[in-house]
């Protein structure tokens, strides 16, 4: 009997078609290893997300800072912060409010709201 139904878009599959559990596993993991972060902890994690993608120095890097204040930050670094935070955090991010999300406070929110869910 199943203790947990894990939703994922596609199931990962090898050039035959035939389905790699290794990869499911993984994939558990890491969205497990998501769901145990404090609220606190997730806006540290993502201002070193941002400050290593963007190669900030970390201490300028606030919950305040955003893409119009940001060299690099455009549409594909968005994109990049994005695919980041769902690794990192091991959520899937709502397309829409995460497109316009336009701060890391703002990140940080729709973070905590798919941690919640």
């Not at 009997?1 to 199931?11: A, K, R, Y």
């Not at 599959?13 to 997730?42: C, P």
């Not at 959520?91 to 703002?106: K, M, P, Q, W």
């Amino acid at each position: 009997m199943p203790t947990e139904i894990l939703q994922i878009d596609t199931l990962p599959t090898n050039k035959m078609g035939k389905v790699l559990r290794d990869k499911l596993v993984e994939e558990y993991e890491t969205r497990q290893s998501g769901a145990g972060i404090s609220a606190s902890a997730i806006v540290p994690r993502i201002r070193e997300i941002v400050a290593g993608l963007f190669t900030l120095d970390p201490p300028t890097v606030t919950a305040q800072t955003g893409r119009d204040d940001t060299p690099g930050w455009d549409s594909l670094g968005h994109i990049q912060v994005l695919a980041s935070l769902e690794k990192a955090f091991g959520v899937r991010l709502n397309d829409e409010a995460a497109l316009s999300a336009e701060t890391i406070g703002e990140l940080a929110e729709l973070v905590s709201r798919g941690l919640r869910s």
